[in-house]
């Protein structure tokens, strides 16, 4: 597209945002994440991830470069892994959510919910054999728990597992698993028909027993892949440290939290296109940024991202302790991704007709932030998550 037809730049560059001082206390560790991650999206991402997101296509070139980057795997150690602190893997997902939700969350199914399994829940052979190929993306994770009628019911998942000599065979089918059509290996969440227990096992996707086909016609984090995928005596290996639906909550409460930092990242990134573009647009003589309504609409968004970083930098602080609760995690998760929605919209209605339209780098951002907004339970069920804690009634089965 030409100069002329793009009359406003910079839009999607990080501006620094941080109005509460919370950066000074970052260490050198986080630091060198964080300005990494910062540098790759400003250079690498913004430039070209629309086309991705337009085309539905995977950005391979940007995924791979996550692992030049050294980022897989994030806070596991050893392996392969960069064994970050819990601030750190917060600020790398943060940031990569401020360039797009499909990259950010490639990061997430690899190595939260993929790598994480097996190296909280896998015997010392599973972790050797697949931790380090997974962190230098020479084999792709998935994570399959979510079945076609069990979302936020999920403990009552119908896929089962059986014993036949010394493996494991599989039959069942799981909807909305993020590359679960690409993936080597995946982590199945199913039922032991011996004693009724959820376990996780390892399934490999080369094998007759598994067909993963692509979700198509998405309205949001387009330019990653989802699946239905189907077990038909699928063969795979028990992950030992697993042994009830519990342990897959284990790995949960932390991806929890990653979302609160992602939807922190979609909000910054609104939040500063909204700033930028204020200060270039000029309308009856002069930019829409010295107007008042228009200061008092960027403040107020000010106001929500500034809530929603004190919120991570809790987290993180609480999780570096060992503190971490699931319905800590929860209300992080329906906090931050409710204001993101509010903070994203804004920016768009600030942006007038040209807020629809990806080269402004918001429109693709208040799709992307559904998916945070819905998966890792929904905003209702975290709701009802920590309800449940605060009052000592459970208002729903489970």
């Not at 931790?131 to 994770?141: H, K, Q, T, W």
């Not at 039922?191 to 096992?201: P, S």
């Not at 570096?320 to 699931?326: A, F, L, S």
């Given at each position: 597209m030409s100069a002329e037809a793009v009359p406003y730049t910079h839009l999607g560059d990080a501006l620094a945002t941080d109005y509460f001082r919370?950066?000074?206390?970052?260490?050198?560790?986080?630091?060198?994440?964080?300005?990494?991650?910062?540098?790759?999206?400003d250079e690498e991402v913004l430039p070209v991830i629309n086309d991705y997101w337009e085309k539905a296509e995977l950005p391979w070139p940007l995924m791979r470069r996550l692992a030049d980057l050294g980022?897989?795997?994030e806070d596991i150690e050893g392996y392969g892994s960069p064994g970050m602190s819990p601030l750190a893997r917060g600020l790398v997902t943060m940031?990569?959510?401020?360039?797009?939700g499909s990259l950010g969350t490639f990061l997430g199914v690899q190595s939260g919910l993929a790598m994480k399994s097996i190296a909280m829940h896998g015997s010392e052979e599973q972790k050797e054999r697949w931790?380090?190929?997974?962190?230098?993306?020479?084999?792709?994770?998935?994570?399959a728990l979510t079945e076609p009628a069990h979302g936020s019911d999920s403990v009552a998942l119908e896929t089962t597992a059986r014993r036949d000599g010394d493996g494991w065979i599989l039959d069942g089918t799981k909807r909305w698993i993020g590359n679960g059509s690409i993936a080597d290996v995946v982590v199945v969440w199913a039922?032991?028909?011996?004693?009724?227990?959820?376990?996780?096992?390892l399934v490999e996707t080369a094998q007759d027993g598994y067909t993963g086909v692509t979700l198509g016609g998405k309205g949001a984090s387009r330019a990653i892949w989802q699946a239905q995928i189907t077990l038909s005596g699928a063969r795979g290996e028990w992950l030992p440290g697993t042994r009830s639906f519990k342990d897959a909550g284990r790995v949960l409460v932390t991806t929890r939290a990653t979302c609160a930092w992602g939807a922190l990242g979609h909000a910054v990134a609104a939040y500063d296109a909204a700033l930028t573009y204020a200060k270039q647009r000029v309308q009856f003589g002069k930019p829409?940024?010295?107007f008042q309504i228009v200061q008092d609409r960027l403040?107020?968004?000010l106001a929500e991202v500034t809530g929603m970083q004190l919120y991570c930098m809790q987290l993180a602080r609480l999780e570096?302790?060992?503190?971490?609760?699931?319905t800590i995690a929860g209300l992080a998760k329906l906090n931050n991704t409710r204001k993101a929605r509010a903070v994203i919209a804004e920016a768009r209605d600030l942006l007038g007709g040209n807020g629809v339209l990806l080269e402004n780098h918001v429109i693709r951002h208040m799709g992307d932030i559904e998916v945070i907004h819905t998966y890792e339970g929904t905003e209702t069920m975290q709701a009802l998550i920590v309800g449940r804690d605060i009052t000592g009634f459970g208002a729903f089965a489970g």
């Open positions: 919370v950066r000074e206390q970052f260490t050198p560790e986080q630091w060198k994440h964080f300005l990494t991650t910062r540098r790759f999206v980022l897989y795997g940031e990569l959510h401020r360039g797009d931790l380090p190929a997974m962190a230098r993306l020479d084999a792709i994770g998935a994570f039922r032991d028909v011996e004693d009724g227990k959820v376990k996780g096992f829409l940024a010295a403040v107020k968004m570096e302790e060992g503190r971490m609760t699931d």
